[in-house]
């Protein structure tokens, strides 16, 4: 990492936590209980996106006739309620510890619910790495930037001293209305070649975005 980075913001899903299959079990879950044939984890990752409604929509859900709202408290309560079989990515925690202990800020930005966020963080013992944790207040996986918003103004961070390490385009997004440097992490939800137009660090392992960061 340059000199004068002295922030990371982390996103959570597929970023921090591998939980990708976990994902597209309780999709395909969804798909099966309305008639709709299963997706693979490869067709998901190519066309997984935000706001998740739109991919929804995009993938055969009809939500002329079915509240996305209840779509997604259908999904997550079959994924809530299996998540504890979520690890994180290996290495991930003890590049977090090394980050805490050479005095790096860390947040995490997460379009999760935020109550189940910091519960899952706290299960991992990674809440202690981290300063603070800003999760959205539904179910319902909409923009993140009013959230990063949020963190910047409150912990008073400086757009230029910051990097923030997401595993799709939006987290790319957020990061560039935010100002601040974006890192694509491409284990989680969006295949690789989806940041092929990007000008930005890629990192396809834990071990090239340790050596992009240190």
């Given at each position: ?38 997706v ?41 309620a ?16 090394e ?23 706290d ?29 910047m ?36 939800h ?11 660090h ?13």
């Amino acid at each position: 990492m340059q000199e004068q980075y002295t922030t990371v913001i982390w996103d959570f899903n597929g970023t921090i936590l591998s939980d990708v299959e976990l994902s597209v079990e309780g999709l395909n879950l969804l798909r099966q209980r309305r008639a709709m044939a299963p997706v693979t984890v490869e067709e998901y990752r190519d066309a997984f996106g935000f706001p998740v409604q739109n991919y929804y929509r995009g993938v055969g859900f009809d939500l002329e006739h079915e509240s996305f709202a209840d779509i997604s408290r259908e999904y997550h309560e079959y994924f809530f309620a299996r998540m504890h079989r979520c690890r994180p990515h290996r290495h991930i925690p003890e590049l977090m510890r090394e980050l805490r202990e050479r005095g790096l800020r860390q947040f995490v930005l997460s379009a999760m619910e935020e109550t189940e966020l910091r519960r899952i963080l706290d299960e991992l013992n990674l809440a202690t790495c981290v300063d603070a944790i800003y999760g959205l207040r539904d179910l319902l996986g909409r923009s993140k930037v009013v959230r990063g918003q949020d963190l910047m103004r409150d912990h008073d961070l400086q757009p230029a001293s910051a990097v923030m390490i997401g595993d799709t385009d939006h987290d790319v997004e957020v990061a560039r209305i935010l100002g601040i440097t974006p890192i694509s992490l491409t284990l989680g939800h969006q295949s690789p070649h989806r940041f092929a137009g990007f000008d930005h660090h890629r990192a396809d392992s834990v071990e090239d975005l340790r050596d992009i960061l240190l």
